[in-house]
């Protein structure tokens, strides 16, 4: 008994859907940084992540050291990571700033042990006016020294999304 059949079906095309918008993000960007370090900061005073090394961008720019600077309007998707030690225990505050002011939504603090890496990483979506500098800043509540390990220990990147 021969049980190979061939089936030939034709499926109909349904209609063509909307199409959607051309060219993909409107803007973009990011910074990291990659080089081991030591952070010294004050009691209590944000002192700005060093950012170096620049992505690929679109309607940002990088004028600022350690910020990106956005060009165009709209609600954008904020994503940041940042791996430290501190040399003694504390506290420490991370924060994502618009024009020096911090975002609600992405600060972050937590008590650290000496020697312990800990990662802050999140993301938010804020919206931001063409002009603004965004930026990440740590602070602690005694004076104390911040390591940055080797390999990519921070990273700052923005797209728009509307």
Do not use: C, H
């Amino acid at each position: 008994m021969n049980t190979n059949y061939a089936l030939n079906f034709v499926i109909p095309q349904g209609p063509t859907g909307p199409q959607g918008p051309a060219g993909g993000l409107s803007a973009y960007g990011g910074r990291f940084n990659n080089s081991a370090s030591t952070l010294n900061l004050g009691i209590l005073t944000q002192t700005q992540i060093p950012l170096p090394t620049t992505l690929p961008n679109s309607n940002t720019s990088y004028a600022t050291s350690n910020s990106i600077t956005i060009n165009q309007t709209g609600v954008y998707e904020i994503n940041y990571f940042l791996n430290v030690s501190v040399a003694i225990g504390t506290t420490l505050t991370l924060a994502i700033r618009n024009n020096g002011t911090n975002i609600p939504s992405t600060v972050v603090s937590r008590l650290l042990s000496v020697g312990t890496s800990s990662v802050y990483s999140g993301s938010t979506i804020v919206s931001l006016n063409s002009g603004s500098v965004i930026d990440m800043a740590i602070s602690a509540l005694v004076a104390v020294g911040v390591n940055l390990s080797s390999g990519v220990n921070a990273s700052l990147t923005v797209k728009r999304i509307n």
